[in-house]
């Protein structure tokens, strides 16, 4: 089946902040509840609700990405990531469709609550019972493969700081050109950290419209990590109608000291990238491309 409706959405939020999102359960008074935190294997409904201040299901939410609310379901071992969109009822308990295999799982609510000033990222563990087969860590690659597609990986993630990430999607050796403007963007980018999933506010670099971005073959994404360390990059974009998701691990490495008399950097443009980041992970790996179970 394929869950996917995933689509992604990251970037809701937060412009330039580097401290993670999604560890804490409860932020700014807002309060993640889920109807059970023990949940059967396979596709299945969650039940959850925000709690606001005043202690009740908060049901008033300001759109970002085009969606009131982007969950996020992940395994602790970074496998099976969905990203979903669910509905809410009139008494503020959402329903998202997921499906689960066995293990620990955190579950992630990207909102922004009216009458807050701006959105966060709550997260809240779960256990899915059954027989629990972890899997090891994808290597570090920066080339994915889904399906047909393609998509690679440069720019660096860089402790701190701001770093653009640029995507490229091809199919079948070519350049993808006609990408599809999926909520509001030609791609969302998820950023988990590997070790405790601390995460990542990404943010897309251009809309579709806006002059600037083009419909492929690359998406550039704005990101800083919070500390050096691996990541795990979760890329959906969609593509004749379907979305897919392109999976990546990566090692956020500190930037070489920069020069005293170093040459002006880009006009506009703060950070500095390309340059160093090793790109010898190219090639092995497999895509994993996620995308169904
Ligand atoms: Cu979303």
């Given amino acids: 089946m394929k869950n996917h409706s995933g689509h992604r959405m990251t970037g ?16 700014n008074g807002y309060t993640l509840e889920l109807d059970s935190a023990i949940l059967p294997a396979g596709a299945r ?3 959850f609700r925000v709690t606001g201040p ?3 299901p908060v049901t008033g939410f300001t759109p970002e990405h085009e969606k009131e609310l982007h969950f996020i379901a992940v395994r602790r071992d970074t496998t099976g990531f969905q990203h979903v969109h669910p509905v809410m009822d009139e008494k503020g308990t959402w329903s998202a469709e997921v499906t689960l295999e066995p ?14 000033d701006g959105s966060m990222t709550l997260g809240v563990d779960a256990s899915v019972a059954g027989r629990y087969d972890p899997r090891p860590l994808p290597e570090e690659t ?10 690679t990986l440069d720019g660096a993630l ?14 079948g050796g070519r350049p993808v050109t006609d990408l599809q403007p999926y909520l509001g963007a030609y791609g969302h980018l998820v950023a988990l950290r590997v070790g405790d999933l601390g995460y990542l506010h990404v943010h897309p670099e251009g809309a579709p419209g806006d002059g600037t971005a083009e419909p492929g073959p690359a998406i550039t994404f704005m990101a800083a990590a919070p500390s050096g360390g691996l990541y795990r990059l979760y890329l959906d974009f969609q593509h004749d109608g379907v979305v897919r998701t392109a999976e990546f691990t990566v090692r956020a490495t500190a930037a070489a000291p920069r020069p005293e008399t170093a040459p ?3 006009p506009g443009h703060g950070a500095h990238h390309g340059g160093h980041h090793e790109a010898h992970h190219e090639g092995h790996h497999e895509g994993h491309a996620h995308a169904h179970h």
Avoid: K
Wanted: proline share 5%.
């Fill in 103 to 116: 293990g620990a799982w955190r579950f992630f609510a990207d909102i922004h609550p009216d009458g807050h």
């Fill in 142 to 151: 920066r080339t994915a493969h889904v399906g047909e597609y393609t998509v």
């Fill in 158 to 171: 860089v402790p701190g700081e701001a770093g653009d990430l640029t995507l490229t999607v091809s199919r």
């Fill in 264 to 266: 002006q950097a880009a």
């Fill in 45 to 47: 409904t969650v039940a």
């Fill in 54 to 56: 005043d202690g009740r």
């Fill in 12 to 27: 809701h939020a937060a412009h330039g902040e580097t401290r993670p999102g999604g560890l804490s359960v409860s932020e």
